[in-house]
């Protein structure tokens, strides 16, 4: 079953152009929303494994995005992409915990590689749990 990547941006043609990237370059699945409410709801419906949201969005940014996810999911990556990109937002972002932090505009190859390269993290460490619980019992 192919991964499940869950996209937000208050912007529809972000939305629709990361879409595209994604699914035009991986076998991932892709659902988007413009609106974090219902990405927070679609986050507790859905299995995802990775959430790429942007940073500056209305009611709700991607920081405050990512503490919410974190609550509920603790182990989901979280990829927060901006154009407002700065040493003190990235720095603060990743020792929150966000698996990348990526500035716009972007090239497609690099989204593509952070995304493989943080979906491939997520696996090893769930590889490691399972093995982990093995060797336990």
């Known amino acids: 079953?192919?991964?499940?990547?869950?996209?937000?941006?208050?912007?529809?043609?972000m939305l629709m152009l990361l879409r595209m990237i994604i699914?035009?370059?991986t076998d991932y699945e892709v659902d988007t929303t413009n609106n974090p409410s219902e990405a927070l709801k679609m986050v507790m419906e859905?299995?995802?494994?990775?959430?790429?949201?942007?940073?500056?969005?209305?009611?709700?940014?991607?920081?405050?995005?990512?503490?919410?996810?974190?609550g509920m999911k603790?182990?989901?990556?979280?990829i927060i992409i901006t154009a407002?990109?700065?040493?003190?937002?990235?720095?603060?972002?990743?020792?929150m915990g966000v698996a990348d932090f990526i500035t716009k505009p972007f090239r497609?190859?690099?989204?593509?590689f952070t995304i493989n390269r943080v979906l491939e993290l997520a696996r090893v460490?769930?590889?490691?749990?399972e093995l982990k619980k093995k060797l336990e019992k």
């Open 74 to 78: 603790p182990d989901l990556p979280l």
């Open 46 to 70: 859905n299995d995802y494994d990775l959430v790429v949201s942007d940073l500056k969005m209305p009611g709700m940014d991607g920081l405050e995005l990512f503490d919410e996810v974190k």
């Open 108 to 112: 497609k190859d690099s989204i593509v």
């Open 125 to 129: 460490r769930r590889e490691n749990i």
């Open 1 to 13: 079953m192919p991964e499940r990547i869950l996209v937000i941006d208050d912007e529809l043609d």
């Open 23 to 25: 699914e035009d370059n």
């Open 84 to 95: 407002y990109g700065s040493l003190e937002t990235a720095d603060e972002a990743m020792k």
